[in-house]
């Protein structure tokens, strides 16, 4: 008490005077004014109270903090609700159990710190699992948490239940109840605030469950009577202030002693406050017995320590503090990058400056902040407005945030950028709609073409019946002839020249009418091959000896020179078509220059068929489609044929299991290559044949 009767909160020590023989002769009087740390340690208390009321009461976003590795080192509401478990079962656990054993095993969550680490932050949306092993769709931001050196101290991870909202309320309300009975029994910490000389200021249940001290007992005290008397002795009670004043905060793993005597192994922290002008206020201590669980508690005096720093570096969301009112009281690095104002310009002022005009001319503001204090929370998304002016669209959650005993302390404010999701929403479903219009015409085209294999399938049979009857008649008249010798030798020779070439278009029609008969069994999945040993070398050599002539006359050298037999088990009368439709294709494109044919093992164990000419080429737009039905990379003016042959010699190839590819150069020629593994087994029916449309 001052003169005159005035009252203030002063810290005082009294200190006894000895003489040299150790006789107390007076005592010392040390008083100081701390009024001023009070109001401070009060204020920050509030500061702290109302941030931590703020995180916990966001609901619809998971947010917590990882270290450098990965392990979760705070663990809020909505990550429980959203996850399924509780702090107790994941602090200390690395995030990546919130993932799929596939991005597990591709190392996904690894991926995302790294590019958070690099970018400063990572965004996407997928799959993740809750402890049920349920998946949800969540879209995720991880951002980095660097210390005023630049140093890489953690990450924030925010996560959104994007799947089902009305499940993820009830979710929400279930985990509320989970929260309170969690926190109920966190007393395992000792928490408590010391003056700048080191004095008890506050003291919490949990400390004084530890060291024994009621609060009456030991507030005033200084801190140096938790310490050992070795401790005591060498000053540590006091250099740990220095180190903590010097480098922000100190920690360590020590003996300490409670009121009783009696020693425990605790873990400590201490951290220098400051105000916002930088003078000390303070020291904050928090102490914690980790005999039996000291990883898991350790992890949550760290998440108590970055709960500040948790909110500031959240870049992506703007997360603020409204007070019943609606009038801002925090402001995070998310919300001056989303709406534009800096701390100094938002603070103070009504949240309805974040609103269009004509929001807040019909009273929207007031409609959202009566609806959160009835229901809890309100939600939405629609139109915001920049500092500039500039409107953006934005999801917005409004949480009512009341203290225990069920007062309204005012409401948190999550605020998300969706402009350009919307905007990517809309070419969306734009797209989509081109799709179908697009499916719509590719099945009209399907169906033309299927009307047109109906057609040639039917016009082959009709075509077989009497192209059959007009080459036996052939083949009779022509013995007839050869019956009557050389009674009528001339005119013999004659008719039976005509009947020959008779025979021979009979035969190129039949050629043609196998070769659509063949198209029809393809598309309709009845292609069979069956397969036997033959010599694929000597195969290939009676075509090569059958088309030679025809080559000859195009003016192109057939070079085949079979280095042996070539053992193989396969259709022959399939291989034999396939080896004349290669090489009437290299002598029609060849340009009358040579044309190479080999035959050959594969080192492991397959055959490969080449056919090389150096004709005219394909171009290389043409290359992919050659091998499709009807489709030609020559025009038909200037070579004849339906563009099927290709088409049935890949079904044939692939039939036996294997590839056929082509090489071309316009202009060079042109390489087919077939390769044909060794085959499973001595028969391939229908069932197994590998044949495409």
Not at 49 to 66: G, K, N, Q, S, W
Not at 440 to 446: F, H, S, V
């Amino acid at each position: 008490m001052r003169k005159g009767g005035a009252r203030f909160w002063a810290h005082m020590t009294l200190t006894p005077l000895r003489d040299s023989l150790g006789r107390v002769h007076a005592f010392a009087e040390i008083t100081s004014d701390v009024a001023e740390h009070a109001r401070t340690a009060e204020e920050l208390r509030q500061s702290e109270e109302r941030m931590a009321l703020m995180i916990e009461a966001v609901r619809d976003y998971a947010i917590f903090t990882l270290d450098v590795e990965g392990r979760i080192t705070s663990w809020n509401v909505g990550a429980e609700r959203l996850e399924g478990y509780r702090a107790d079962e994941v602090l200390g656990k690395h995030f990546s159990i919130f993932y799929s054993d596939e991005d597990r095993r591709a190392d996904h969550p690894g991926e995302e710190l790294r590019q958070a680490t690099v970018d400063g932050r990572y965004e996407e949306e997928g799959l993740r699992l809750r402890k049920d092993g349920t998946q949800f769709w969540a879209n995720v931001v991880i951002t980095a948490v660097r210390d005023r050196d630049g140093v890489l101290i953690g990450f924030t991870k925010v996560m959104r239940d994007i799947t089902e909202r009305r499940e993820a309320m009830e979710t929400l309300r279930q985990s509320e109840e989970k929260l309170r009975h969690v926190v109920e029994q966190v007393e395992d910490y000792a928490i408590f605030m010391l003056d700048p000389s080191g004095r008890v200021a506050s003291w919490n249940r949990g400390a004084e469950r530890h060291k024994g001290w009621t609060a009456d007992e030991i507030i005033g005290q200084h801190f140096s009577v938790f310490y050992t008397h070795e401790d005591r002795q060498r000053q540590h009670p006091q250099h740990e202030l220095e180190v903590a004043l010097a480098r922000g905060s100190y920690s360590e793993e020590g003996w300490r002693v409670r009121k009783d005597g009696s020693r425990f192994w605790a873990y400590v922290v201490i951290t220098a406050l400051r105000d916002d002008s930088g003078r000390l206020i303070g020291f904050a201590k928090v102490t914690r017995d980790v005999s039996e669980k000291r990883a898991t508690e350790e992890l949550l005096r760290k998440s108590e320590e970055r709960l500040r720093m948790l909110v500031e570096s959240v870049r992506d969301y703007a997360i603020i503090m409204l007070d019943p009112d609606g009038v801002v009281t925090t402001w995070n690095a998310g919300a001056q990058g989303i709406m534009g104002y800096r701390a100094e310009e938002a603070l103070g002022r009504h949240f309805s400056i974040f609103y269009p005009p004509e929001d807040v001319a019909a009273g929207r503001p007031d409609v959202e902040v009566r609806t959160a204090i009835a229901e809890g929370r309100y939600e939405e998304e629609g139109w915001r407005v920049r500092k500039g002016g500039e409107r953006y669209w934005a999801n917005v959650v409004l949480t009512a945030v009341r203290d225990p005993s069920g007062e309204l302390r005012g409401f948190a404010k999550v605020t998300r950028d969706l402009t350009e999701r919307r905007r990517i929403e809309r070419e969306a479903r734009a797209a989509e709609e081109q799709a179908v219009i697009e499916r719509a015409r590719t099945a009209e085209a399907e169906a033309a073409l299927q009307d047109r294999d109906d057609f040639i399938s039917v016009a082959a049979h009709e075509l077989r019946t009497p192209l059959t009857a007009l080459q036996l008649k052939l083949q009779s008249a022509q013995q007839m002839l050869d019956k009557l010798g050389g009674t009528v030798s001339a005119q013999v020779t004659l008719v039976n020249t005509r009947i020959e070439g008779a025979l021979r278009q009979s035969h190129r029609l039949t050629e043609l009418v196998e070769r659509l008969l063949d198209v029809s069994r393809i598309v309709g999945g009845r292609l069979v091959v069956s397969v036997e040993e033959c010599d694929l070398a000597s195969l290939v050599g009676h075509v090569v000896d059958d088309l030679r002539e025809q080559a000859h006359q195009r003016g192109s050298e057939v070079r085949y020179q079979p280095v042996g037999p070539v053992r193989w088990k396969c259709d022959p009368a399939r291989l034999e078509q396939v080896a004349v439709n290669l090489l009437s294709n290299a002598i029609k494109y060849g340009s009358g220059k040579p044309i190479d044919v080999r035959v050959e093992a594969t080192d492991e164990g397959g055959v490969r068929l080449s056919v090389t000419d150096r004709g005219i080429g394909i171009a290389p737009e043409d290359v992919d489609r050659i091998f499709a039905r009807f489709e030609r990379a020559a025009p038909v003016r200037h070579f004849g044929g339906l563009g099927l042959g290709l088409y049935v010699t890949r079904n044939i190839v692939e039939a036996h299991g294997g590839t056929i590819r082509v090489t071309s150069k316009p202009g060079e020629g042109s390489s087919f290559v077939v390769e044909l593994p060794r085959p499973p087994s001595a028969t391939i029916t229908a069932a197994s044949a590998k044949v495409r449309p």
